[in-house]
Each structure stands twice: as C-alpha cells, then as structure tokens.
C-alpha cells in the first residue's frame, strides 16, 4: 500500500508561483507513474501533469502547459509541481497520485493510489 501526501498548497496572488510536493511512502517510488490531477469547486476532478516511472517523460493538460513544471526525486520518493503565472481559473484541490500501468487517454481510471489534496487559491 502507497501512502501519499502532499504539501505546498496555498494562497497566492494571479501572477504568482507556489511549488506542490508529494511524498510517497509504502513502496517503490521509482516504480511508479506519478501524476497531478484537480478539482475545482463544483467541477470534476482533471489531469494537470504526470511524470512517467521511467525514463521520466512528461505530459501535461493544454490548461497548465507552458506555465506548470512536473518532476520528480526518486531519492527523497517526491514529485513536484512547480506551478508558475497562476490565474484564478488554477484554483482548486490538487491531489497526486501514483499508478504501476497508465496511459494517458485513461490516466485518472488506471491510477492506482490517491493523496488528499492540497488546496491552491489564487485571487485575483
């Protein structure tokens, strides 16, 4: 069993950065998909970014591409969203998540183990 937390929500102005960690702990970190999801309020939880096991590639919405940065350290079993020009519409609860056997065109069904989210408010 994977347990994961994340950490680094927060409030921030429109413009601004905020960087999300996520540790993992329970298992083979380097073994796994990790990826970023969020749900704003009244929405459906939506693919933000993932970092694949190996040998690391990245994918990520149309919404965030350009402004967010996902990575990982499979030493300290963390993966990072570093999130950069932030716009109110990027408010919501972003959780991580890990999976052993993804694709993306069903990545939210195939992953595996959940966090409880963190939460991002940008004002505007």
């Known amino acids: 069993q994977v347990q994961l937390v994340e950490s680094g929500g927060g409030l921030v102005q429109t413009g601004g950065s905020l960087r999300l960690s996520c540790t993992a702990s329970?298992?083979?970190?380097?073994?796994?998909?990790m990826g970023w999801f969020r749900q704003a309020p009244g929405k459906e939880r939506e693919f933000v970014a993932v970092?694949?096991?190996?040998?690391?590639?990245?994918f990520y919405s149309n919404s965030v591409k350009g402004r967010f940065t996902v990575s990982r350290d499979n030493a300290k079993n963390t993966v990072f969203l570093q999130m950069n020009s932030l716009k109110p519409e990027d408010t919501a609860v972003y959780y991580c998540?890990?999976?052993?056997?993804?694709?993306?065109?069903?990545?939210?069904?195939?992953?595996?183990?959940w966090g409880k989210g963190t939460l991002v408010t940008v004002s505007s």
């Open positions: 329970g298992g083979t970190f380097s073994s796994y998909s």
């Open positions: 970092v694949m096991r190996s040998p690391g590639f990245t």
């Open positions: 998540a890990a999976g052993s056997r993804i694709t993306i065109a069903t990545i939210q069904d195939d992953m595996d183990y």
